[in-house]
């Protein structure tokens, strides 16, 4: 085979980037427009959250001991937190997580990547990334053009972990969000730059003027460099090899996600709609506010064992619950100010952390192989409560939170889980999980489900399903529905 030996330049390549991608406008919902006389009545969209804790549980402590013990609150101590909230909440037994084979030795490389893609990565190409989109991303694709951000990627941990699990990319270890089978979504774990995400640029209220200018420059600026990269991108990508036909691929992705960034732009333009309160209605309850520490908070290490508020004063140490409580917030925020629909939070990741406030210093990863040490087991069952206590924090306050005729809770399906069974023998056939929120009416909630027959990708195309989300084909390992979850 003749070899080409040519190169293009810079600018060509900029030019050439986009023509092979068709840029559809997303739908508009229309969900925040007043309904016309003897028209449905307006509904609030449903958003989708995910809240993730490695290791797994303390099996006997985490599931309630039957469905009327469930009903009745007599709730085991792992989730008794959830008692406030136990009628919008609903739990599934049953749920089979991705057998790992041919990666036998590598459970902690799978349980966080496998979490949202019930997809096994490639065997073939162990050492880069090529694994299957998450179902938080399925998601963001078919209502992120509707907010200002597609999705929300938060986490308690630098993403910085590094094992040669079955020689697995280490991207596997930290990350649960794919935006393309190739494409890990990095998460931000500084609360200060999460909140200026969501606000930067734009205030909580109505739009002024100025923002209003700002808001049509910047989209016009980036309609005319999206029309610059405009071109033979085509008859470029079949040049080239497959290395670059990939990176091409990337970065065709990076501007789908700037046009359907600039078609929300627009959108809210005409709308005059600015952090979603143009969307709000008389009764619904005012934003939260959120207390974000002065200054950074970060890990003293990688390993993030102790937080530390780092400002002009210095460093002053905080508690991981705390610290979690305030990424919490900031999902609240997110989704009541409709800013996104889509949310994920990796409370922490399968090695180094540790919570020096439950009194033991201990790793997290280092009790669960715990075997009939109940000192061990006591630990990681303190350990599990304590991530639980967060998720119902969250939820307990959305449900405090008026939205329509109910709750944003009602209006959202929260997922709280992890990736293994428990973390002494690494087992996978029992994964455990707890939804919360009514998913706008089509979740049947306040029940323990304790027969179900399925699996992970059954679990998350269930819950994209009732959050409205048309699937063209099952989310990874998925085969089907999971009808009882469902109202109706």
């Known amino acids: ?154 986490a308690t941990m630098p993403q910085t972990h590094k094992e040669n699990q079955e020689g697995l990319n280490e991207n596997y270890y930290s990350h649960c969000s794919y935006r393309s089978p190739t494409q890990p979504v990095p998460a931000e774990v500084n609360p200060g730059a999460v909140f200026r995400r969501l606000f930067q640029g734009r205030d909580q209220g109505p739009a002024k003027n100025s923002d209003a200018q700002t808001l049509s420059t910047d989209a016009a600026l980036d309609r005319s460099l999206l029309d610059l990269v405009l071109g033979g991108a085509k008859d470029l990508r079949g040049r080239l090899g497959r290395a670059d036909q990939q990176k091409i691929d990337e970065y065709l992705d990076g501007v789908r996600a700037l046009e359907r960034r600039i078609a929300s732009i627009e959108r809210r333009q005409r709308d005059g709609d600015q952090a979603g309160d143009a969307r709000r209605r008389d009764g619904d309850s005012p934003l939260i506010e959120v207390a974000i520490p002065d200054g950074d908070v970060k890990g003293r290490s990688p390993e993030a064992s102790q937080f530390v508020r780092r400002s002009g004063d210095g460093e002053t140490e905080i508690k991981r619950s705390e610290y979690m409580q305030v990424m919490c917030d900031l999902t609240v925020l997110a989704f009541q100010a409709d800013i996104t629909r889509v949310s994920t939070y990796i409370g922490s990741t399968p090695n180094g952390a540790s919570y020096p406030e439950l009194g033991f210093s201990d790793q997290h990863h280092s009790q669960t192989h715990y075997g009939t040490d109940q000192v061990k087991i006591d630990k990681v069952a303190k350990i599990n409560t ?13 449900a405090n939170l008026k939205e329509g005729t109910g709750t944003l809770l009602d209006n959202s399906i929260m997922m709280w889980g992890s990736g293994l069974e428990n973390g ?41 399903t009732a959050a409205g989300i048309p699937l063209d084909r099952p989310i990874g390992i998925g085969t089907k529905v999971l009808t009882g979850m469902l109202n109706g």
């Open 386 to 398: 304590l991530n639980v206590e967060q998720f119902a924090y969250m939820v307990s306050k959305m």
């Open 1 to 154: 085979m003749k070899k080409n030996n040519w190169l293009i330049d810079r600018r060509t390549c900029l030019k050439g980037l986009g023509a092979a991608l068709a840029l559809p406008l997303l739908e508009s919902m229309g969900w925040a427009e007043t309904p016309a006389k003897g028209a449905t009545a307006w509904k609030p969209p449903v958003r989708l959250g995910f809240m993730y804790m490695p290791h797994g549980v303390i099996m006997d402590r985490f599931w309630p001991k039957d469905a009327e013990s469930f009903r009745s609150a007599a709730l085991p101590p792992i989730i008794a937190s959830l008692a406030p909230v136990l009628d919008r909440c609903l739990m599934v037994k049953g749920i089979n997580g991705v057998p790992i084979a041919p990666f036998n030795g590598g459970p902690h490389a799978l349980e966080l990547s496998t979490w949202l893609t019930a997809t096994l990565p490639d065997a073939d190409r162990r050492a880069s990334i090529h694994i299957g989109i998450s179902a938080d991303q399925i998601a963001a694709n078919y209502v992120g053009g509707m907010t200002a951000l597609p999705s929300l990627e938060l």
């Open 424 to 464: 002494d023998k690494h087992e996978r056939k029992n994964l455990p999980f707890v939804i919360a929120g009514k998913g706008g009416g089509t979740l049947n909630t306040g029940r323990f489900i304790t027969d179900t027959t399925g699996n992970q990708g059954d679990l998350l195309g269930t819950l994209l």
